[in-house]
């Protein structure tokens, strides 16, 4: 059974960082992309960011480009996302998951998902 589990979210003032991390346990992630996606109350679950196994591939979303940054440690089996210059429309529940094959920009296309951890930016 795949498991991952998201770190690293919390409060944050308006123009800081945070740095979420998602720790995948359960089978190798050999060829195995991984995205981020984020969920805002009343609002559709929308895609933040995507890599592939070996980071050659990269997406962000156009509202993060240039704030947030994504890379993977594959022998640790981590991906992390760096939100930097943080704004109060990034409050959202920050989920990762995970797929086999190369990134994607649609959540339908993932196979298995972390639980979420709360990213919270005051004004």
């Known amino acids: 059974q795949v498991q991952l589990v998201e770190s690293g979210g919390g409060l944050v003032q308006a123009g800081g960082s945070l740095r979420l991390s998602c720790a995948a346990s359960?089978?190798?992630?050999?060829?195995?992309?991984m995205g981020w996606f984020r969920q805002a109350p009343g609002k559709e679950r929308e895609f933040v960011a995507s890599i592939s196994w070996r980071g050659g591939s990269i997406y962000y979303a156009d509202s993060v480009k240039g704030r947030f940054t994504i890379s993977r440690d594959n022998a640790k089996n981590t991906v992390y996302l760096q939100m930097n210059s943080l704004k109060p429309e990034d409050t959202a529940v920050y989920c990762c998951?995970?797929?086999?094959?190369?990134?994607?920009?649609?959540?339908?296309?993932?196979?298995?998902w972390g639980q979420g951890t709360q990213v919270t930016v005051s004004s």
């Open positions: 998951a995970t797929r086999r094959g190369p990134p994607a920009g649609s959540s339908w296309a993932y196979d298995y």
């Open positions: 359960g089978r190798t992630f050999s060829n195995y992309a």
